[in-house]
């Protein structure tokens, strides 16, 4: 399946899914948006009813905060009655909170098909996660979907700095960290795009900085470490910590990967 042909329903579209609807557009994939909370400020234009968005989607990706009660609840939003709306096969990832998703009902979605392949980085009871489940899932990863060292950075900083501003402390303003720490993996990605398709291109480029086969493995091996595993997590960098040189590849792959984030260089 080609990715302009695979529709992605965006349930949550604040900080981080905004990043994934961009993200999802660069790769030309087709998006629905599901934001009840922005739809009622915002309007309906953007968006469409959850319904309607597990009919038309082949990806269905989670980002909403966890609201235990009220008019915008999500604890346990995806249970038995959401997948009985399901009349295909479909991919589900969520890296919001665990609760969000019924693991039951998770659970019986995949042996009934219901989902065809699905990615958590979150879990109910973390660390004490559903052995289950996790051995039915295709991607399991320890809660560290923002574990980038950059997101680190970020939220680092905004911690000092508004506490830099509430205290006088003196430091500099938009302090920021030095000396962030490098990955083993090189710096500089080359990829030969003569006789490869865009979306070969996009997987080369991107499972060059960071694969998440190897988080998997890590849970798979050991599910009794969890938290360690998020302590000692490897160094990840973001695509702009990468340069990339495309060899044969014409103007709107160079816009894409810079698009993306990606330091372009010229062959």
Not at 40 to 65: A, C, M, Y
Not at 157 to 179: I, M, R, T
Not at 235 to 240: D, I, L, M, P, S
């Amino acid at each position: 399946m080609q990715l302009d042909s695979i529709t992605i329903g965006i349930v949550g579209v604040g900080n981080v899914g905004s990043k994934v609807q961009k993200a999802a557009n660069i790769l030309g994939l087709k998006i629905l948006l599901n934001d009840p909370p922005r739809e009622r400020k915002e309007g309906n234009e953007k968006f469409v009813g959850l319904d309607q968005l597990v009919e038309e989607s082949d990806i269905l990706t989670i980002h909403v905060p966890l609201n235990m009660n009220g008019i915008d609840k999500t604890f346990h939003l995806v249970n038995d009655e959401f997948f009985k709306k399901f009349n295909k096969g479909m991919i589900i990832i969520n890296t919001s909170r665990g609760e969000v998703i019924d693991t039951n009902s998770l659970r019986n979605a995949i042996k009934n098909e219901k989902v065809i392949s699905s990615v958590l980085d979150v879990w109910e009871n973390e660390p004490k996660i559903d052995i289950k489940l996790m051995n039915l899932v295709d991607i399991a990863t320890p809660h560290i979907a923002g574990y980038s060292i950059e997101g680190k950075a970020n939220a680092t900083a905004a911690c000092v700095n508004s506490l830099n501003k509430y205290f006088n402390l003196g430091l500099a303003e938009n302090w920021y960290p030095n000396n962030l720490p490098l990955p083993a993996r090189s710096k500089e990605i080359i990829i030969e795009c003569n006789g490869k398709s865009r979306q070969e291109i996009f997987f080369e480029g991107i499972n060059s900085t960071y694969n998440i086969t190897e988080d998997d493995k890590r849970l798979r091996n050991d599910v009794t470490n969890f938290e360690q595993q998020r302590v000692e997590y490897p160094t990840r960098r973001e695509f702009n910590f990468y340069n990339v040189q495309l060899l044969n590849a014409d103007k709107s792959l160079h816009e894409a990967f810079s698009e993306l984030g990606f330091n372009l260089i010229e062959p």
